[in-house]
C-alpha cells in the first residue's frame, strides 16, 4: 500500500477511537496528500485495462468465427495483420502520449496485449509449418519476442508474464533434456534439480525487480506485485526442496539413519537465507523479512514432524507442534510490527 494510503488509514483509526475530532478531519487528511484524485486515477485504469480486456475477446470471437473460411496462408496473414496493427500501435501511443493523457494511460495495457498475442502467432506458425522444434523453445522465444512491448509497459502485468514465462520455459526444458547441475547432489530425483533450478531462476527475477523498484527512476513504474509473487515462489520451491531432502532421507552425511542437520540442501538452504536476510534488512523490506521468517518457521517445524516420526512421538509431539507454531507466529508478528513502527519513523 502506498505510504499516504497507510497515512489516510491511520487517521481514520484514530478518528475512530476518539482520538482525533471531526472538525480537525480536513486538515489532517490534506496532509497526507490522498486525494480522491488517486481513486479516480484508479478507475480510469481500471475501465481502460477492461476495454482493451474486450478489445482482445472481440479479437478471439472473430479470428474463432473465421477461422475455418481461410486457408493455411490465410490464417497465417491473418494473425501476422491483427499482430502487425498490434505492434505499431504502443508506437504511436508511445509517441503522442507527451500530448494526450489517455495514450500514456492505455499505452501499458495495448503492449501486454501485442505481448500476449506473439504467443498465439508463434503458437499456429509452430502448429501449422512443424519444424520439430520442442515445446521450450516455443516459450523462450516469446519471451524475447515480448521483451520490448513488456519494457513499453513495465508494470506487475508485464514482468508477471515474463516471469511465467521463463518458470514455463524451464520446467520445458527440463521435460526434454534436463540438467545434470544439482542432480549429483540429488541422484535419481529429476524433479528435486528442477526445483532448485526455479529457485535460481526466481532469486534472479525477484531481486532484479527488489533492485529496480528502489531505484529513484521517475521512468519506472513500480512493480510491487510481481516481486512479491517471485520471493514467495523462490521460498515456497525452497520449502519443498528442502522438504524432499529431509523426508526422503536424502541427506549428506548418514544419509537416511537420522535427522541430520547437514546436506546440500540445507547449505542451499541456510546460503540463500542468510543471503536475503541481508538484502531485506539493508532494503528495509517489511514483506520480505515476513517471507524469510515464516519459511524459517515451516523449516523447523520440518524438521521437528521427522523428529516426532523417527521416535514415535505423535500422540504427545502434535500437541507441542501446535503450541510452538502458535507462540512462534505470535513472536514473529509482534517483531514485523516492531520493525514496521522502526522503519515508518526512519523514512
Known amino acids: 500500500m502506498d505510504q499516504r494510503m497507510r497515512h489516510k488509514a491511520l487517521l481514520y483509526h484514530w478518528y475512530q477511537q476518539g482520538a ?7 486538515q489532517a487528511l490534506a496532509m497526507t496528500k490522498a486525494q480522491p484524485q488517486q481513486w479516480q486515477a484508479f478507475f480510469n485504469q481500471l475501465l481502460l485495462g477492461g476495454a482493451v480486456l474486450c478489445l482482445g475477446s472481440a479479437l478471439i470471437c472473430f479470428i474463432a468465427y473465421n477461422w475455418q473460411h481461410f486457408g493455411r496462408l490465410g490464417k497465417l496473414a491473418l494473425l501476422e495483420s491483427i499482430w502487425s496493427l498490434l505492434m505499431l500501435a504502443p508506437l504511436l501511443l508511445l509517441k503522442y502520449s507527451a ?7 492505455a499505452l501499458p495495457w495495448v503492449s501486454l496485449l501485442t505481448a500476449i498475442v506473439s504467443g498465439g502467432v508463434l503458437a499456429y506458425v509452430g502448429q501449422a509449418y ?5 515445446d521450450w523453445q516455443l516459450f523462450a522465444i516469446w519471451s524475447l519476442l515480448a521483451l520490448p512491448w513488456l519494457w513499453l509497459g513495465r508494470s506487475d502485468w508485464h514482468w508477471g508474464l515474463l516471469a511465467l514465462l ?15 547441475a544439482f542432480q549429483h547432489w540429488f541422484p535419481g530425483e529429476q524433479a528435486t534439480s528442477l ?7 526466481n532469486i534472479v527475477l525477484h531481486l532484479t525487480l527488489l533492485r529496480l523498484n528502489h531505484l529513484a527512476m521517475t ?7 510481481t516481486e512479491a509473487l517471485c520471493g514467495a515462489a523462490l521460498w515456497l520451491l525452497m520449502l519443498v526442496a528442502i522438504a524432499n531432502a529431509i523426508f526422503s532421507g536424502d541427506l549428506l552425511f548418514d ?4 535427522p541430520t542437520f547437514w546436506s546440500w540442501s540445507q547449505a542451499c538452504w541456510w546460503l540463500i537465507s542468510a543471503m536475503m536476510l541481508i538484502i531485506y534488512w539493508r532494503g528495509r523490506c517489511l514483506y520480505g523479512l515476513a517471507l524469510l521468517m515464516f519459511a524459517q518457521l515451516f523449516y523447523l517445524h520440518m524438521w521437528l514432524l521427522r523428529a516426532l516420526s523417527e521416535f514415535h512421538l505423535e500422540s504427545s509431539g502434535y500437541l507441542l507442534m501446535s503450541a510452538s507454531a502458535v507462540g512462534l507466529s505470535v513472536a514473529i508478528s509482534l517483531w514485523l ?3 514496521q513502527r522502526q522503519f515508518g519513523e526512519a523514512s
Request: net charge positive; proline share 4%; aromatic share 14%.
Open 20 to 26: 482525533l475530532a471531526e472538525a480537525h478531519m480536513p
Open 99 to 105: 500530448r494526450i493523457a489517455i495514450f500514456k494511460v
Open 130 to 134: 512443424q519444424q520439430g522444434a520442442d
Open 166 to 180: 521463463l518458470n514455463l520455459t524451464l520446467w520445458q526444458w527440463f521435460e526434454v533434456n534436463g540438467w545434470s
Open 195 to 201: 526445483l532448485w533450478w526455479q529457485v535460481l531462476l
Open 219 to 225: 521512468q519506472w513504474p513500480a512493480a510491487k506485485v
Open 255 to 258: 544419509r537416511g539413519a537420522s
Open 337 to 339: 510490527m516492531k520493525l
